[in-house]
T-cell receptor, first 115, second 112 residues
Framework: GENVEQHPSTLSVQEGDSAVIKCTYS??????FPWYKQELGKRPQLIID?????GEKKDQRIAVTLNKTAKHFSLHITETQPEDSAVYFC??????????????FGKGTKLSVIP | DAGITQSPRHKVTETGTPVTLRCHQT?????MYWYRQDPGHGLRLIHY???????DKGEVSDGYSVSRSKTEDFLLTLESATSSQTSVYFC???????????FGPGTRLTVT
């Protein structure tokens, strides 16, 4: 099955700086890579996702990059704000075949943005 | 938030008792999932459903069973609860697979 490693487990940045979270995956058949944000006591919510036919995707201050050869993908948050403080989860899922309906999540990164 | 609810939201039960958690959606999405979330482990898939009466096991399915008799409801049953099943349980729904999963508010279960 798929295995997703996420680093770092905690990250502290000054407000206005950039934050980068990295994930690696094991199953080369994985083709869908979402990122979820979870605030304390709340449910996870999708913030951005990328499919394997795309190398980079941006949405305002958030971007995700994918390197299929190296089997890793990263979340980039620019101009961080205190409201970006949360736990972020990456996930991977193969398209088609065994496991096509499953997401395998990383263990999460707790991001703290210091005002 | 997508039309997805979970009940109960909190439950305390004793070891050895059966427990059923309910996930209800009003979005008519085909796919439904049950996850558990524990500190240091992230979100782990327990079971999922790809249609009425169609279910399959996830990564941590031992000790759990599920049923889906209607599109809108997905039930998770702990046949005989154990302390290791103390966790926060999230239901999620998705219109396509793979695709964006919308999570419910969660159920905090404590087994004493």
């Amino acid at each position: 099955g798929e295995n997703v490693e996420q680093h770092p487990s905690t990250l502290s940045v000054q407000e206005g700086d950039s934050a980068v979270i990295k994930c690696t995956y094991s199953d080369s058949a994985s083709n869908y890579f979402p990122w979820y944000k979870q605030e304390l006591g709340k449910r996870p919510q999708l913030i951005i996702d990328i499919r394997s036919n795309v190398g980079e995707k941006k949405d305002q201050r958030i971007a995700v990059t994918l390197n299929k050869t190296a089997k890793h993908f990263s979340l980039h948050i620019t101009e961080t704000q205190p409201e970006d403080s949360a736990v972020y989860f990456c996930a991977a899922s193969p398209i088609g075949g065994a496991g096509s309906y499953q997401l395998t999540f990383g263990k999460g990164t707790k991001l703290s943005v210091i005002p | 938030d997508a039309g997805i609810t979970q009940s109960p939201r909190h439950k305390v039960t004793e070891t050895g008792t059966p427990v059923t958690l309910r996930c209800h959606q009003t979005e008519n999405h085909r796919y439904m999932y049950w996850y558990r979330q524990d500190p240091g482990h992230g979100l782990r898939l327990i079971h999922y459903s790809y249609g009425v009466k169609d279910t399959d096991k996830g990564e941590v399915s031992d000790g759990y069973s599920v049923s889906r008799s209607k599109t809108e409801d997905f039930l998770l049953t702990l046949e005989s609860a154990t302390s290791s099943q103390t966790s926060v349980y999230f239901c999620a729904i998705s219109a396509q697979s793979p695709g964006e999963q919308y999570f419910g508010p969660g159920t905090r279960l404590t087994v004493t």
